[in-house]
C-alpha cells in the first residue's frame, strides 16, 4: 500500500511558476514509477509526466520544456516544477504511483 499526499496548488497568473509536491508513505517508493497526471472540467484526466526508478522522464507535448519532474528518494517525494504557466493548465493536479495508487489531488488554477 501507499499513501500519497499532493501539495502545492494555487492560484497563479500567466506566465508563473508553481512547483507541486507529492508525498508517499506506506511502502518503498523507491520502487515505483512516478507519474503526475492532470483533470481540467469537462475533460478526461490526461497524463503530464512520468519519472522512472531509474530516474529517466518522460513529458506530454504540451508540457514538454515548461514542467519538470524530480523525484528525491530520501524524502520520498516526487514533485512537478511548473513554468510558463497558461490558462490551459488549469486543472486539478494528481500524482500516481504505477500501477494503483492515486491521490487526492491538488488545484492549479492560471488566471490573471
Known amino acids: 500500500q501507499v499513501q500519497l499526499v499532493e501539495s502545492g496548488g494555487g492560484l497563479v497568473q500567466p506566465g508563473g511558476s508553481l512547483r507541486l509536491s507529492c508525498a508517499a508513505s506506506?511502502?518503498?517508493?523507491?520502487?515505483?514509477?512516478m507519474e503526475w497526471y492532470r483533470q481540467a472540467p469537462g475533460k478526461q484526466r490526461e497524463l503530464v509526466a512520468i519519472?522512472?526508478?531509474?530516474?529517466?522522464?518522460i513529458y506530454a507535448e504540451p508540457v514538454k520544456g515548461r514542467f519538470t519532474i524530480s523525484r528525491d528518494n530520501a524524502k520520498n517525494t516526487v514533485y512537478l516544477q511548473m513554468t510558463s504557466l497558461k490558462p490551459e493548465d488549469t486543472a486539478v493536479y494528481y500524482c500516481?504511483?504505477?500501477?494503483?495508487?492515486w491521490g487526492q489531488g491538488t488545484q492549479v488554477t492560471v488566471s490573471s
Open positions: 506506506g511502502s518503498d517508493f523507491r520502487f515505483y514509477d
Open positions: 519519472i522512472t526508478k531509474g530516474g529517466s522522464t
Open positions: 500516481h504511483a504505477h500501477p494503483n495508487y
